[in-house]
């Protein structure tokens, strides 16, 4: 009788676990009320983060406890502004802005955790159509570049280099323009080029 009992018991906790393995018991019912709520700032919206908006258009983070607010923080300072503040837990941008804050010598400082791209989403947009674009086309020319010390901007400065032109002396980039009003300054400006993400691309560009 006791050898029954002690292999019951063991049954059932082998039953239970294998339960747990299974139905995955971390998940939470969607209806459950007590949801962790995280504020997620993104940089902007973009097809880079298309997994993010199907996970959150299907409900996956409900299913582990989590309620996801959202918001468009146009600017990684903004978003680094957004997250040092408090007013977003979790911030979407480029690492560079956890680097100047951290060699600003704050004690509050951001930490980058997830490499969520490997390239750069950005689009080079021409206000004229150009047969057969080179990067050489540049030479002599005004670019709205984003930010200086950006992520897109520096990229964009890389590339240039990579193809033997230099950024400082072979055209213009302009950086005084912020990020939200790229494509504004563009469409309204003297510019030839500007450096968009395909969000932006508004505009009928060749």
């Known amino acids: ?37 995280v504020t997620l700032a993104e940089v902007a919206h973009t ?5 993010q908006y199907v996970a ?9 406890g989590i309620d996801i607010n959202l918001t468009l923080t146009a ?12 007013d977003a837990d979790i ?13 600003n010598g704050e004690k509050d400082y951001l930490k980058t955790f997830a490499q969520l791209t490997q390239k750069d989403g950005t689009f080079l947009v021409s ?6 674009f080179k990067l050489d086309d540049l030479k002599g020319k005004t670019v709205i570049g984003g930010r200086a010390g950006g992520m897109p901007e520096m990229v964009f400065e890389w590339a240039l280099k990579e193809n033997g032109i230099d950024p ?8 005084s323009v912020a990020f939200p009003a790229m494509s504004g300054a563009f469409i ?3 510019s030839d080029f500007v450096t968009l993400f395909e969000h932006s691309v508004r505009i009928k560009s060749h």
């Open 1 to 37: 009788m006791k050898k029954f009992i002690v292999y019951l018991t063991c049954g059932i906790i082998v039953l239970f676990l294998a339960c747990l393995v299974l139905f995955d018991f971390n998940k939470k019912d969607k209806s459950d009320k007590n949801l962790e709520k």
């Open 47 to 51: 097809i880079f983060y298309a997994p």
């Open 56 to 64: 959150l258009e299907k409900g996956y983070f409900e299913d582990y």
């Open 75 to 86: 600017g990684a300072d903004k978003v680094t502004a957004a997250v040092l503040s408090g």
């Open 91 to 103: 911030g979407f941008c480029g690492s560079e802005a956890t680097i100047y804050v951290y060699k």
């Open 127 to 132: 206000k004229k159509k150009i047969e057969n």
């Open 168 to 175: 400082n002396k072979d055209l213009t980039i302009d950086t």
């Open 188 to 190: 309204g400006g003297d």
